[in-house]
């Protein structure tokens, strides 16, 4: 998929309301965006799709909201206030910021592009390596030796490398005097460790079992690019498996396998992903690996899945003062209790809205469709049914002769099973048109026959075909179509 498809779909995300700058009329805040009615209800069915496949489908999986905000210790804990920052240089001319790993990547990509493949591996080991030691003279010195300069300015009057924090901070409490600094959570993973003990107990969860979360994340991402991609404020689903000390390889390589199945079952095609092993570990993992979607720009991180050790709980526990650990009744081959023990934990982690701009990127299509002789074309986003904003358009022919009231009356029986849009202006052919760019993928057509013999077309989004049923077969016909267990199952 080339960079001008990638524009075809942002802009088509606009168009249609799934996704609008966020306030826009005061041109729009950098890296923050909107979902419009159509992305709010596509944003929702993902997110379902994500809840019912690790909750609904395991029984050892228990869901939670915690808030966003917490307590500042919690940061100090999870090692976000040391440690969760990006390698930041400035060009000293144009005064633009930028990441120090972003400007080399992108210069790799160019030897790349040039056929200059060995410069392009050799610069990704030295790369690789100055993350790994966390080495920010080595930084500065890459790029210095591979000439970059700044886009802005052209310049290669630079700055040092520098560590720049990615939390945002705010303030509660009402007197500015009694302010205590808190932080917006960068990501939802510590809600569920801080809560670890409530849900063990109250749930009487037995090991190994995980906990899981969606909610917003904030960071103060320096260089935001490829529209959703990269957001200020975005979701994340997650979830904490917690498991006996010394098999989480065991549990590592299940949940890689499970993740990666449940991507493929979305049917954008097995092509479309890749694991990528992590070279540079984060401050909380003994493994780690992305699975990474073909998006238009290549192949990038979607979901992240971490062999986050005893790392978090253990950190709790010292900086609260609390015991967080469990203790396990069960029998080892010596016949003796496991007993107390901090659990291990394997992460996964996926970014909802990368999920979102992927589905959008695999689905969007450009057909030719009509005759030789009557050429014409459509958009349409060939969204898995159960995925769709919505699932039906029911469309009276005429505005008149009775034929509204008919199906409104159809709109009324479906609508409490599904989310249907209804539509009476303009021709036919511009409705299914409208329908099929945002992905709806049944269209029901009230006629003047509907009058005699209570009959509908049903029109399918991906072929265009239509079938003339009976009024009272629709949602048999709906549910054999529209189902979770396509999914699931
Ligand atoms: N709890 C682990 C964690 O937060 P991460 O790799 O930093 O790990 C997990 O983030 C996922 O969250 C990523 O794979 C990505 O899909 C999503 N994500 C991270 N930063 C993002 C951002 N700035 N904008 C959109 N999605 C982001």
């Given at each position: 998929m080339s960079d001008e498809l990638f524009k075809k779909v942002v802009s088509h995300a606009k168009e249609y309301g799934f996704v609008f700058p966020s306030s826009e009329i005061y041109d729009g805040l950098g890296a923050v965006y909107d979902y419009g009615q159509n992305g709010a209800e596509l944003k929702n069915n993902l997110r379902q799709y994500w809840w019912k496949a690790m909750v609904q489908m395991h029984e050892n999986v228990v869901g939670i909201d915690a808030a966003i905000f917490m307590h500042p210790k919690t940061w100090k804990a999870s090692g976000h206030i040391d440690g969760f920052s990006d390698p930041m240089i400035d060009n000293k001319d144009s005064k633009k910021r930028y990441r120090a790993d972003n400007l080399l990547e992108d210069k790799i990509a160019r030897y790349q592009k040039d056929g200059k493949t060995n410069k392009a591996e050799e610069l990704q080991v030295a790369l690789d390596q100055a993350l790994l030691d966390n080495n920010l003279v080595q930084l500065k010195s890459l790029i210095e030796l591979h000439e970059i300069a700044c886009p802005i300015s052209g310049t290669r009057n630079w700055t040092d490398v520098r560590q720049f924090n990615l939390m945002f901070s705010t303030e509660m409490g009402a007197m500015a005097e009694d302010a205590d600094k808190i932080y917006l959570r960068p990501e939802t993973a510590q809600g569920i460790f801080v809560n670890f003990l409530n849900v063990q107990k109250t749930g009487r969860m037995k090991i190994p079992f995980g906990i899981a979360q969606t909610g917003k994340a904030f960071r103060n991402e320096i260089i935001a690019r490829q529209f959703i991609m990269r957001m200020r404020e975005f979701e994340q689903m997650e979830m904490q498996f917690f498991i006996r000390p010394g098999t989480q390889k065991e549990w590592y390589?299940?949940?890689?396998?499970?993740?990666?199945?449940?991507?493929?079952?979305?049917?954008?095609?097995?092509?479309?992903y890749r694991f990528h092993n992590h070279v540079k570990l984060a401050h909380y993992a003994d493994a780690a690996v992305d699975i990474e979607f073909n998006f238009p720009f290549g192949f990038k991180e979607m979901e992240g899945i971490h062999s986050r050790t005893d790392f978090d709980l253990r950190n709790h526990q010292e900086y609260s003062g609390k015991k967080i650990q469990y203790f396990d009744a069960e029998l080892d081959e010596n016949g003796k209790a496991y007993g107390n023990y901090i659990p291990y934990v394997i992460e996964t982690s996926i970014g909802l809205d990368r999920l979102f701009l992927a589905t959008l990127c695999a689905c969007y299509r450009e057909e030719e469709i009509g005759t030789e002789n009557n050429k014409d074309s459509r958009v349409v986003l060939n969204l898995p049914p159960i995925l769709a904003p919505y699932k039906v358009a029911i469309l009276p022919l005429m505005k008149k002769d009775g034929l509204p009231d008919v199906a409104r009356e159809i709109m009324q029986e479906l609508k409490l099973e599904y989310n249907c849009f209804y539509e009476e202006k303009d021709a036919i052919g511009k409705r299914y048109r409208r329908q099929d760019a945002i992905g709806t993928p049944y269209c029901i057509t009230i006629d003047h026959q509907t009058?005699?013999?209570?009959?509908v077309t049903i029109r399918y989004r991906d072929t265009m075909q239509q079938e003339r049923i009976a009024i009272s077969r629709l949602k048999e016909i709906l549910a054999s179509e529209i189902s979770w267990a396509r999914l699931l199952a």
């Open positions: 390589e299940h949940w890689k396998t499970a993740r990666m199945k449940w991507h493929h079952k979305l049917g954008f095609g097995e092509n479309m009058l005699e013999d209570k009959t």
